[in-house]
């Protein structure tokens, strides 16, 4: 990981705390729930990189690692790694800065497909323009 923290070529697109609401049965976060995340995290690089709405059309190549604990900070790292006409494929890593702790463990990954839609809902070509986001 370069700077650190970040994972080379990637950017920290989100970052929350896991909560005792989002638990299992067995006491560690849902994997739904690191996932609705993931999906966020996936919207925000897609829309920043389009200048408008996207749509999820798929998650895929998703692989839990390490479970997320309560009280563990999750942190959402994106890469935009394919753009075509309309879509576009975000890849994903979340690692989990773990309670009370530095330690720092690479928890989940995955590849989000997003497609740009207009103002109907039907794909529309994604903008030529490079990414406008706020960390450049």
């Given at each position: 990981m370069s700077d650190a923290h970040?994972?080379?070529?990637?950017?920290?697109?989100?970052r929350t705390l896991a909560m005792p609401a989002d638990t299992n049965a067995s006491g560690d976060i849902f994997g739904g729930w690191v996932m609705s995340q993931m999906d966020l995290a996936a919207a925000i690089r897609a829309n920043e990189r389009c200048n408008g709405?996207?749509?999820?059309?798929?998650?895929?190549?998703?692989?839990?690692k390490k479970p997320v604990k309560v009280g563990d900070t999750l942190c959402v790292y994106t890469a935009v790694d394919q753009v075509g006409r309309s879509s576009m494929v975000i890849r994903i890593e979340v690692w989990a800065r773990r309670a009370?702790?530095?330690?720092?463990?690479?928890?989940?990954?995955?590849?989000?497909t997003m497609v740009a839609v207009?103002?109907?809902?039907?794909?529309?070509?994604?903008d030529e323009a490079p990414e406008t986001g706020a960390a450049e």
């Open positions: 970040t994972p080379e070529g990637m950017e920290l697109t989100l709405r996207t749509v999820t059309i798929a998650a895929n190549e998703i692989v839990f009370f702790s530095a330690q720092r463990d690479h928890v989940t990954e995955a590849r989000f207009d103002e109907a809902g039907k794909p529309r070509p994604v």
